[in-house]
């Protein structure tokens, strides 16, 4: 059975620092594209940032030099730090296992809120 749990996320202040973390179990991780997406209210989920299983990493333009997505393979772990977090960061957010930058993957984390605001 394959598991994503998250952790991380809450509420924290425009300019502040949030990170996530996402355990993954019952998956050969290390062979995994890993991402991270979000969705606004009332806005489609959109992919964040994406890890690939060759080492390489993407992100959405709207979060380019403020976030990182990071992979511990020994610990079946994907990371998203976030810094300079603006209001419209301001979503819930997702890891995802097994996408391409184009179209995400079949398993999904349970989703932890991300709330910029002052």
């Known amino acids: 059975q394959v598991q994503l749990v998250q952790s991380g996320g809450g509420l924290v202040q425009p300019g502040g620092s949030l990170r996530l973390s996402c355990a993954a179990s019952?998956?050969?991780?290390?062979?995994?594209?890993m991402g991270w997406y979000r969705q606004a209210p009332g806005k489609q989920r959109e992919l964040v940032a994406i890890?690939?299983?060759?080492?390489?990493?993407d992100y959405a333009e709207s979060v380019k030099g403020r976030f990182t997505i990071s992979r511990d393979n020994a610990k079946s772990t994907v990371y998203l730090q976030m810094n300079s977090l603006k209001p419209e960061d301001t979503a819930v957010y997702y890891c995802?296992?097994?996408?391409?930058?184009?179209?995400?993957?079949?398993?999904w984390g349970q989703g932890t809120q991300v709330t910029v605001s002052s």
């Open positions: 019952g998956i050969t991780f290390n062979i995994y594209n």
């Open positions: 890890s690939r299983s060759v080492g390489s990493t």
């Open positions: 995802n296992a097994g996408g391409t930058y184009s179209v995400f993957g079949r398993y």
